[in-house]
């Protein structure tokens, strides 16, 4: 068969060299995403906790346990799409809803530290902290700090399991290697030097 069609022999195996390339480049940044991609801030007091829109159950927990831990007196949710449903979430977790801030216009991590500084800025924050997926709280929390930098930024992570190390990246690999190509589009536009 491949003497009738000798092409498509090179073209599988062009395609057969890029698949193998793709593994052997994809699965290390997999593998080791929790190394690469979390950025760990805590912090024992803030003046807010800001919710970043875009995943609605574990973010919405994660914020409701630090404000129930007393952490920040405020929560402020910053994100289109999820945005509403965050916040009816956090008043079924007990947050008051006079406690609870929003801005639901942002499509971006960029947008959501430029308008949550927009926002809150009349409330003079000294520390806010974050809430967000563990694969995107090193590109939210360094967008954020260049954003706002006279604010001290803390980052709580959250994650599918009971802790961190022993859930599997591979369930959410989809959204760690666009967290890999998203983190090079913001060096490149935002956090150049």
Aim: charged content about 20%; proline content about 4%.
């Amino acid at each position: 068969m491949w003497q009738r069609f000798p092409r498509l022999g090179a073209w599988l195996a062009v395609l057969g060299g890029f698949s193998l390339l793709a593994v052997l480049t994809l699965v290390p940044l997999v593998r080791y995403s929790k190394s690469l991609l979390v950025a760990d801030a805590p912090q024992q007091r803030a003046d807010w906790i800001v919710v970043l829109g875009g995943e609605s159950g574990q973010r919405v927990i994660g914020a409701a346990e630090l404000f129930h831990q007393g952490r920040a007196p405020f929560v402020f949710v910053s994100g289109e799409g999820d945005c509403r449903l965050i916040v009816k979430r956090l008043v079924m977790a007990g947050v008051p809803r006079a406690r609870i801030g929003y801005e639901c216009l942002s499509k971006s991590t960029y947008q959501n530290a430029q308008f949550t500084r927009h926002y809150l800025a009349a409330q003079q924050p000294r520390r806010i902290t974050l809430v967000t997926s563990w694969f995107h709280s090193r590109r939210a929390l360094e967008t954020f700090r260049r954003a706002w930098p006279e604010v001290d930024w803390g980052m709580h992570m959250v994650y599918p399991g009971d802790d961190l190390y022993h859930s599997l990246a591979i369930n959410e690999a989809g959204a760690v290697l666009s967290e890999y190509l998203k983190i090079l589009v913001y060096s490149v536009r935002y956090w150049t030097f």
